[in-house]
């Protein structure tokens, strides 16, 4: 189920970061990447460049979340707009079913939840400070359900 190739661009001057070394952690990274790679309204974009701390809610303690990418893109206003881009499973972006009981996949799904919302939180806070807006990006958006 682990999806982790490198990925070599088409375009290598529209990435920011070394094109030598982008990885992709998943088989949706990668259809994003070579989304980004072709689309000409993308003016640049990179994987896992982009750093933000956060504060993990079980162990209270900082971590940093490496963003799935970064893009800068030609708006149909012709201004220019940056988004940071967390792919995810949607099932991943919403709170897990209480099965009645609490067993040791939903305490897991749950942790994954309340983790992913913390670094979402920060993620959105350090965007929107520079003007950037943070989105997350399922296998609905991707068209692959």
């Known amino acids: 189920m682990y999806h982790k190739r490198r990925y070599v661009p088409i375009h290598p001057e529209k990435y920011k970061g070394d094109p030598t070394n982008i990885v992709m952690r998943s088989s949706w990274e990668t259809k994003f990447?070579?989304?980004?790679?072709?689309?000409?309204?993308?003016?640049?974009?990179?994987?896992?460049?982009?750093?933000?701390?956060?504060?993990?809610?079980?162990?209270?303690?900082?971590?940093?979340?490496?963003?799935?990418?970064?893009?800068?893109?030609?708006?149909?206003?012709?201004?220019?707009?940056?988004?940071?881009?967390?792919?995810?499973?949607?099932?991943?972006?919403?709170?897990?079913?209480?099965?009645?009981?609490q067993t040791q996949r939903y305490l897991k799904e749950s942790a994954t939840f309340m983790l992913n919302q913390a670094k979402w939180a920060a993620a959105k806070t350090w965007a929107t400070d520079r003007g950037w807006k943070f989105i997350i990006i399922t296998e609905k958006e991707l068209g692959l359900k």
Not at 59 to 83: C, E, P, S, W
């Open 33 to 101: 990447a070579i989304w980004c790679d072709h689309n000409p309204n993308i003016l640049s974009w990179s994987s896992e460049e982009t750093i933000v701390p956060y504060r993990c809610p079980m162990r209270k303690t900082i971590h940093r979340y490496f963003i799935d990418f970064r893009i800068q893109v030609k708006n149909r206003q012709g201004l220019l707009a940056t988004y940071l881009v967390e792919i995810k499973p949607l099932k991943q972006t919403q709170p897990p079913a209480f099965p009645g009981r």
